[in-house]
């Protein structure tokens, strides 16, 4: 029987297998960030074990970070500390860190593919669960607890079970406005937040083929919201043309030597997955999320559905939605767009192309928070900060900001929030803040009109 | 680690399905960079309202139900990776959570701390909530070595990974064994 992808990456990093217990698999590239570090170098201290390869660890500062004034000190002393803390393990540690300021810094999930440091055929781990989005490169990338940090940490080797495989195939052409974060929003709509529990996920088919590689990220990234641990999609001419010549790729003949490689990272023909879904690219519509998980989700232009369910219907008081109803017009007064989902210079790009010459409704609270650095730099050399600013949309700084809300970036108590982020949770914006999750142009369009729209209609 | 073996208690019913690990510790309360004291914010924006007093409708805010063991509904812990949830139910504290069905990462997280998850079906998880809700008395037993969970209402078995379990028994964590697996750790990295 052939392999998965998933099966050739996974395998190539099993140094060995307990028998009846879980298998020691090798770490590549150990990525970490300020709020799920500091306990795991504590632990080591603790224990006074050294990190075994800190030259395969890098470190950003994104979650706790200010997206104003970064030049400043930070003002809130608990994130000051853990920032601290994070320069301070680094140094002691020799760990490269692109902390705040850095050209290099920026969401962690966007600035490691920027910068080559996330390539075909790699095992990935990160303290954060979206680190799932870098399997839009064949790469088998999943998040991890801190106990886990210290062991890569300790070792460069986690313990684990190997999950089964699941396949995920859309055929067909994406409609006009239909975008990745729609594709990845309505499979998780159609799957529920469960389906893909205890499996690595691999999206083929027409669709991802077609896609562009930060596309590919937005759906890779959101695997986590329908429970599985990773997503990939097999690396091909895209992917190539992606990596190459980035800061860390590999250049040259040994760049060559590795493209012969990772084409080998397809699924063979008479592989078997436990699992397969299939769907029609026709299907899809620009989606958003009414309730508190991101399994519930609805085309732009249906009605929440009825479901007798306790915990359905807690979620939609939370919301203050009722069944039957259309979202359509609701007025909104925030719009988030950013986040390791949609905060890549393309996303930016979709923005820019649609507000280009139009002007924010007056209600709306417009925040464009860029994943990176880089993504700033881009926006600035092709001129997309002058569109927003003529739009009258807020350009901040770079970081996680409010898809998590750790920092003051906070929507207010019983708000709507249109965002392009991935988590609709309760409070996850802020303490009774309420999201509806959507691409960045949906995040647009509502930013303009103050209220949602088909914006199909206006493309068609 | 703390040794796991057997564990017998009441246990509080929290039958909500889907709960992420941002309602078990809100990101708010990620800043801190040692282990200690997210218990007192478990739950936090479920237990508190807005104005900081205590939501008394929070079943861990009702006296009736008490105990060290959470019954859950299904796909507990979905969402964020953070360990500070498994952290903040430990400190709690609790030492066992019940659900039909746990999210991948918070099992992982919750065994690497002493708390034991324990999946069990469906149909017995409903009887549990039942059985607790209107009898809150209703004393718990988990034996991990023979993997079950006996009450009122029967006796039922849970699966658990037979390394972690070792692990739980003994109070051993991962690390010690990965460190004992360096040499050969250190040949697959000169293989690659």
Redesign the interface.
């Known amino acids: 029987m052939g392999k998965t992808l998933f099966d050739k990456v996974w395998d190539a990093h099993v140094v060995d297998e307990i028998p009846n217990g879980p298998q020691i698999l090798y770490i590549d590239k150990h990525l970490i960030h300020e709020v799920t570090s500091p306990q795991a170098f504590a632990a080591l201290a603790e224990r006074n074990i050294p990190i075994a390869r800190p030259d395969k660890t890098v470190a950003t500062a994104d979650h706790n970070t200010p997206t104003l004034n970064q030049h400043l000190p930070i003002q809130d002393p608990l994130s000051r500390s853990q920032l601290e803390q994070l320069t301070e393990n680094c140094k002691k540690n020799n760990i490269t860190l692109y902390g705040l300021g850095h050209k290099y810094n920026g969401i962690v999930h966007v600035m490691a593919p920027e910068l080559g440091i996330t390539q075909p055929g790699m095992s990935i781990v990160c303290g954060d669960s979206h680190t799932s989005t870098h399997g839009a490169f064949g790469s088998i990338a999943f998040g991890i607890g801190t106990s886990q940090v210290a062991q890569v940490f300790a070792s460069q080797c986690l313990l684990l079970e190997k999950p089964k495989k699941m396949r995920i195939t859309v055929n067909g052409t994406l409609k006009k406005g239909v975008l990745p974060k729609d594709v990845i929003l309505y499979i998780i709509a159609q799957l529920g937040t469960n389906a893909g529990t205890g499996y690595f996920c691999e999206y083929a088919g027409e669709v991802f083929e077609n896609m562009s590689m930060e596309g590919r990220m937005t759906v890779c990234n959101m695997s986590i919201e329908m429970g599985a641990r990773g997503g990939m999609i097999a690396p091909d001419e895209t992917t190539f043309n992606y990596v190459k010549g980035r800061k860390f790729a590999p250049k040259g003949e040994e760049f060559d030597q590795k493209v012969a490689y990772w084409k080998t990272l397809r699924t063979d023909d008479d592989a078997e997955f436990d699992q397969e879904y299939h769907f029609d690219a026709s299907e899809i519509s620009p989606m958003i999320t009414y309730g508190t998980n991101p399994g519930m989700g609805i085309a732009i232009n249906e009605k929440i559905p009825h479901q007798e369910d306790p915990s359905f219907k807690k979620s939609l008081a939370y919301m203050d939605f009722k069944a039957g109803d259309s979202l359509l017009n609701t007025p909104i007064n925030y719009v988030f767009i950013g986040s390791c989902t949609n905060a890549r210079i393309e996303d930016f790009r979709v923005v820019a192309d649609y507000v280009k010459g139009k002007q924010k409704a007056s209600n709306v609270h417009a925040w464009l928070v860029p994943g990176s650095r880089e993504v700033v730099k881009q926006i600035e050399e092709e001129g997309l900060n002058k569109i927003f600013n003529e739009a009258g949309f807020q350009l901040r700084q770079p970081g996680c900001s409010a898809c998590l809300a750790m920092n003051d970036d906070k929507i207010p108590e019983g708000e709507y929030c249109v965002s392009t982020s991935n988590r609709n949770f309760e409070g996850r914006q802020g303490q009774g803040a309420r999201t509806i999750l959507a691409s960045p142009l949906v995040a647009a369009a509502t930013a303009i009109e103050g209220k949602l729209i088909d914006v199909t209609k206006q493309l068609n | 680690m703390q040794k796991f073996t057997t564990f017998t208690d009441t246990a509080i019913p929290l039958?909500?399905?889907?709960i992420?690990t941002?309602?078990i510790i809100?990101?708010?309360f990620?800043?801190?960079?040692?282990?200690k004291g997210f218990g007192d914010n478990v739950f936090r924006?479920w237990r508190y309202n807005?104005d900081n007093s205590i939501n008394h409708d929070f079943v861990l805010n009702n006296d009736t139900y008490q105990g060290e063991i959470l019954i859950a509904?299904?796909?507990f812990g979905?969402?964020?990776?953070?360990?500070?949830a498994?952290w903040a139910l430990a400190g709690y504290p609790f030492k066992v959570i019940i659900s039909s069905?746990f999210?991948?990462?918070f099992k992982?997280?919750a065994l690497?701390?002493g708390l034991l998850p324990i999946e069990v079906s469906p149909t017995f998880l409903k009887k549990l909530l039942h059985e607790v809700t209107e009898k809150p008395k209703t004393s718990i037993t988990i034996n991990l070595e023979k993997q079950t969970i006996s009450c009122s209402i029967g006796v039922e078995s849970f699966e658990i990974?037979?390394?972690k379990k070792v692990c739980l028994l003994n109070g051993y964590?991962?690390?010690d064994?990965?460190?004992s697996?360096?040499e050969?750790?250190e040949a697959?990295?000169a293989s690659?």
């Open positions: 039958g909500i399905e889907n992420d941002d309602q809100p990101a708010r990620l800043k801190a960079t040692d282990r924006d807005k509904g299904h796909n979905c969402g964020s990776s953070r360990e500070h498994a069905f999210a991948d990462i992982g997280n690497n701390n990974d037979p390394y964590d991962d690390i064994f990965l460190i697996k360096k050969q750790i697959f990295e690659l």
